[in-house]
Every structure is written in C-alpha cells, then in structure tokens.
Nanobody, 115 residues
C-alpha cells in the first residue's frame, strides 16, 4: 500500500503562484509514475502533469509553460509549481502514484484562484 498526502493548496489571486507537495509513505519503492490531477466543481477529473521515475514529464496543454512538476525520489515526494495562475485553474488537486499497475490517490487539496 502507498499513502499520499498533499499540501500547499490555498487561495491566490490571478497571476499568482502556489507550490503543491505530495509525500508518499508505505511501500514507496518502485513507484513508477507520479502525477497531479485536478477536478473542478461539476467537471470530470483531468490529468494535469505526470513524471516518471527517470524524470520524464508530460503536461496538459492548458498548463504548459505555467506549471512544473518535479520529483524527489529520495524523499518520495512530488511537487507541482504553479505560476501565472488563472481562475480556471480553480479545482481540487489530487496526487496520484502508480506502483505495479496499482493506482493510489491522495485526499486532495483545494486551489482557488480569484480574478
């Protein structure tokens, strides 16, 4: 089992920045992919960014150039640096980890961007 705990959400004005963190505990060896998803009110959960063990990254088009995902394998932690935030980035952000084809989720952290 893998437990994920997110932190760093909050309220920010448009154009501002936030940094989300997600710490993994439990069986953290060989976590293949870590990712951030988000779910806005009344919408489906969507992929924001992924990062592999080797550091390969992938981003949703809507966040390219504004968000940066990074990973500290030694600390089993993944980060999401979010710059130039927009009101449409408002959502609950969830951390995800994949280990041996099993998917684990954090409880989510709220990000609210005011205009």
């Amino acid at each position: 089992q893998v437990q994920l705990v997110e932190s760093g959400g909050g309220l920010v004005q448009a154009g501002g920045s936030l940094r989300l963190s997600c710490s993994a505990s439990g069986r953290t060896s060989i976590i293949e992919v870590m990712a951030w998803y988000r779910q806005a009110a009344g919408k489906q959960r969507e992929l924001v960014a992924t990062i592999s063990t080797g550091g390969m990254t992938n981003y949703a088009d809507s966040v390219k150039g504004r968000f940066t995902i990074s990973r500290d394998n030694a600390k089993s932690t993944v980060y999401l640096q979010m710059n130039n935030l927009k009101p449409e980035d408002t959502a609950v952000y969830y951390c995800n980890a994949v280990r041996f084809d099993l998917s684990y989720w954090g409880q989510g952290t709220q990000v609210t961007v005011s205009s």
